[in-house]
């Protein structure tokens, strides 16, 4: 499914974001930048060490923030580590924390000329956010984003598995 924002697509299809082709692919990683389990298990595995080599050199990265690696043996140069926040009930500041992990993101593209990216739901998994509030957040930031920044042609979401495929498709309809 996808529509357009301004000139730009935004995109949503199930798969496996270790097998996008967009030039950068986020990562839904933590502070530390440590290896976790989930999707950063998966991009580090697919990517081989290069990626937590260079990782570890940058150190750490705030919740709301992201940071910039290559992408080792993706077919995605980059990859964009974002730290999400982890959800402790909803009125612990996380709405604006993931918000700002997506525009941060963004912004780091554009300032690398990267034009497409690719995001995986970010702090849905082992972070414990719920799946349709955090829908909700990630398209309309990056619809907002979006709507000034042209220089980004592509935003494909990356759903691991069908119902979180389908509340992002319904929470698309919706922002
Ligand atoms: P967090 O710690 O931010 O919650 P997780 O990696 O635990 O991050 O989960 C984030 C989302 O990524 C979840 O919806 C999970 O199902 C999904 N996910 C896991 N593996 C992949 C993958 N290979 N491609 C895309 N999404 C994935």
């Known amino acids: 499914m996808q529509v357009t924002v301004g000139t730009s697509i935004l ?9 996008q082709d967009t030039d950068a692919i986020v990562n839904a990683a933590n502070e530390q930048l440590r290896v976790g389990g989930g999707v950063d298990g998966a991009i580090n595995r697919a990517g081989g060490p290069q990626i937590q080599e260079e990782a570890r050199k ?13 992408g080792g043996n993706l077919k995605a140069r980059y990859v ?9 009930g909803g009125h612990q500041g996380e709405a604006e924390l993931l918000a700002s992990a997506y525009r941060e993101s963004l912004k780091l593209a554009s300032a690398r000329g990267i034009s ?3 995001f995986p739901s970010l702090s849905t998994g082992v ?3 719920p799946v349709k509030e ?6 309309k ?3 907002d984003y979006l709507k000034d ?4 042609k592509l935003v494909r979401f990356v759903l691991f598995g069908t119902p979180t495929y389908q509340t992002f498709a319904e929470a698309l309809a919706q922002v």
């Open 11 to 19: 995109e949503l299809v199930e798969g496996d974001i270790t097998q």
């Open 127 to 129: 972070y414990g956010y």
């Open 58 to 70: 940058i150190g750490y990265c705030p919740t709301g923030k992201a940071v910039i690696t290559t």
């Open 134 to 139: 955090a829908a909700k957040i990630a398209l």
């Open 141 to 143: 930031t990056v619809k």
């Open 80 to 88: 964009i580590h974002a730290v999400g926040p982890v959800y402790r």
């Open 149 to 152: 920044h042209p220089e980004i």
């Open 116 to 118: 497409t990216i690719a």
